[in-house]
């Protein structure tokens, strides 16, 4: 399947029915699997098999889904969460614990923000922003001894800033760490970070990848090409997790054993095993049921959002615009270059009269709906500064991209004409 093309790899992925089988991935509804002798069920916890056995750690219905994510973003391997914030948090507790330090660009989700600037650092893990335009020199020079990942968003949300991931992934590969990209807004539709160099992907499939708004779900894939056995300085190991025996294994080496697989392995067998931030069979199965249409789902989203991009670039009462797919934004290089097919379907924008004539426009919306979500079939707008953002300084605010005015837009599947004469009669009567 790995060498079909991304259309077929949505449609087929991962499951496969046999003869008399369900056309349809099934949704296993079980806590727990039956085993005829305790040797097998032994096996199971020396990780000498991978059979389901307890759902809190992997059922058939999210083993299918986790694989199909894998096979989309040209990974070794996948791992399901609860969530998207469940899999940035894991992906960084994977290879970083007390003492260590991260990199993370500014522009970021501002739920992971306050993940990295509040939780981390509570759990005694140092998190250092950086403003994500600065040289590869830059970045470089930001690296301390203890720094375990560099992390940054495809598309960030919502300051639909482009991510050089390939200038990241040589930085973070001379420092010797993993690129971590969460590719929410670009979905692999449209951008394939490990294309281009990324070690490990992270999404919250509560967005595209579902697309209906139906399921809170989040997902790791990992490239199986990063050197887990890198060494620091004082010639020390410097992912012990990764690449040295784990006292919770009977002395188990994760990259030993594991080899490609070895990051979600450890992932679902740790982590999942003790935080416990499982995705459900249901949420499994409704998102690869979203992730089947993926592709035509992002072409008619792409097609949607450049419409509308442009009809707001063009209209009077709007004060500025920034979406990567229009020529002339700051990104529009960089978009083109990672993202061919289109930058996605999340803008934002900003009309005149400000903050106080934005909320108006939102209240004079018809069609689009008032919704703390983006990445839905349903067009989608949200004022980040008092909702997302809001536990955010306002310093924080704006190195993440936040204009106390800003409105972000997420184009839904509706009629392009529609949704184009929605707006205009909200900016009709502000
Ligand atoms: N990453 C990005 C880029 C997001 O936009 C979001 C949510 O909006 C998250 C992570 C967190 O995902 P979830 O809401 O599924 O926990």
């Known amino acids: 399947m790995k060498n079909k093309g991304f259309e077929t790899r949505c449609v087929h992925g991962?499951?496969?029915?046999?003869?008399?089988?369900?056309?349809?991935?099934?949704?296993?509804?079980s806590t727990t699997y039956r085993y005829y002798n305790a040797q097998d069920v032994a096996a199971l916890f020396d990780l000498d098999s991978a059979t389901p056995f307890y759902a809190r750690l992997g059922s058939p219905t999210v083993d299918a889904f986790e694989q199909k994510m894998a096979l989309l973003e040209c990974g070794s391997a996948g791992m399901a969460t609860s969530s998207g914030q469940a899999a940035n948090l894991i992906a960084v507790l994977n290879i970083a614990e007390a003492g260590d330090h991260i990199l993370s660009g500014t522009n970021i989700y501002g739920g992971t923000y306050n993940l990295f600037d509040v939780t981390l650092r509570k759990l005694g893990i140092d998190v250092e922003f950086f403003d994500q335009d600065i040289s590869e020199e830059e970045i470089i020079a930001l690296a301390r001894p203890n720094t375990k990942a560099i992390f940054g968003e495809t598309l960030g949300n919502p300051a639909l800033s482009v991510l050089d991931i390939e200038k990241f992934a040589k930085a973070a590969h001379t420092i010797g760490v993993p690129l971590?990209?969460?590719?929410?807004?670009?979905?692999?539709a449209l951008c394939r970070p490990i294309e281009f160099g990324a070690d490990i992907v992270t999404h919250s499939t509560t967005k595209f990848a579902d697309g209906h708004g139906t399921s809170v779900g989040g997902c790791v894939v990992e490239s199986g090409k990063f050197d887990w056995t890198v060494k620091d300085a004082d010639g020390n190991l410097k992912f012990p997790?990764?690449?040295?025996?784990?006292?919770?294994?009977?002395?188990?080496?994760?990259?030993?054993?594991?080899?490609?697989?070895?990051?979600?392995?450890?992932?679902?067998?740790?982590?999942?095993?003790?935080?416990?931030c499982t995705m459900?069979?249901?949420?499994?199965?409704?998102?690869?049921?979203?992730?089947?249409?993926?592709?035509?789902?992002?072409?008619?989203?792409?097609?949607?959002?450049?419409?509308?991009?442009?009809?707001?670039?063009?209209h009077p009462k709007v004060d500025w615009i920034i979406y990567p797919g229009l020529p002339g934004d700051k990104y529009y290089d960089l978009a083109q270059k990672y993202m061919p097919k289109g930058a996605s379907a999340v803008m934002s924008f900003g009309v005149k009269g400000g903050r106080a004539a934005g909320e108006k426009l939102l209240e004079n919306l018809e069609l689009a709906s008032v919704v703390v979500h983006v990445g839905d079939i349903h067009t989608s707008v949200l004022h980040p500064a008092s909702t997302t953002h809001r536990q955010l300084s306002e310093e924080a605010q704006k190195a993440a991209g936040i204009d106390p005015g800003l409105i972000r837009l997420s184009v839904g599947l509706e009629t392009v004409d529609d949704i184009i004469a929605d707006f205009d009669q909200a900016l009709a009567k502000i």
């Not at 969460?182 to 692999?188: G, K, M, V």
């Open 241 to 276: 997790s990764m690449a040295a025996p784990d006292e919770s294994y009977h002395g188990l080496n994760f990259y030993e054993k594991f080899g490609e697989m070895a990051f979600c392995v450890r992932l679902k067998t740790v982590l999942i095993r003790d935080l416990g």
């Open 180 to 188: 971590i990209v969460d590719n929410t807004l670009a979905t692999p």
């Open 280 to 314: 459900s069979p249901m949420n499994a199965y409704l998102t690869h049921q979203g992730l089947q249409t993926l592709d035509v789902r992002m072409e008619r989203h792409v097609k949607n959002a450049k419409a509308v991009a442009e009809f707001l670039a063009n």
């Open 14 to 29: 991962a499951y496969k029915a046999e003869s008399g089988q369900p056309q349809n991935l099934p949704i296993v509804q």
